[in-house]
């Protein structure tokens, strides 16, 4: 071989490791546009878990607050249906209670002296009235019974 020659291959094998040098430049430098754009979805992606437990914490909050408001509703519910129940027996305690009867007022009356006997008239006359008066009411009130069941149909 002449010196010619072995220039040549020289120059051969040269350009031969300067084009490998530079496609494996350019694949380090596609890899490392790959390996940057990963990197960057990472942190974006670390972005979202950090802001979905932070909107799952909101979340827990609000169930825990919706909770509390509804064992709370629920206690009041509750609290207001033993009152109307309490004042529904107690109702039907002061209507189960026997009243004279007008001929038994009578006899009562024919007993007592005229003052006295116009002072339980009065009160005879007012407690009639009062009996119209309740008996009109009664038909215009709410049927308890059915609101209470009504409000237990909230608690479920």
């Known amino acids: 071989m002449t010196n010619a020659e072995t220039i040549s291959k020289l120059n051969e094998a040269l350009e ?3 084009k490998g040098y530079e496609e494996l430049q350019s694949s380090y430098e596609e890899l490392q546009d790959d390996y940057d754009k990963l990197t960057n979805e990472k942190d974006n992606l670390k972005e979202k ?3 979905l437990e932070e909107e799952k914490r909101d979340l827990e909050d609000n169930v825990n607050l919706l ?3 509804t064992k709370k509703d629920s ?3 509750n609290s207001m249906l033993s ?3 309490g004042l529904l027996s107690r109702e039907k305690q002061t209507n ?3 009243k004279p009867s007008a001929e038994e007022n009578e006899e009562k009356l024919k007993e ?3 003052s006295e006997a116009r002072k339980v008239m009065e009160n005879i006359v007012i407690d009639d009235k009062n009996e119209k008066d309740e008996s009109q009411s009664e038909n215009s009130k709410i049927d308890l019974n059915r609101m209470a069941s ?3 149909g909230f608690n479920n």
Do not use: A, T, V, Y
């Open 96 to 98: 189960d209670i026997i």
């Open 16 to 18: 031969r490791l300067i």
């Open 150 to 152: 009504l409000l237990n």
């Open 75 to 77: 206690g009041n519910i």
């Open 112 to 114: 007592l002296p005229d």
């Open 83 to 85: 009152k109307i129940e």
């Open 67 to 69: 909770e509390d408001s």
């Open 49 to 51: 878990i950090n802001q």
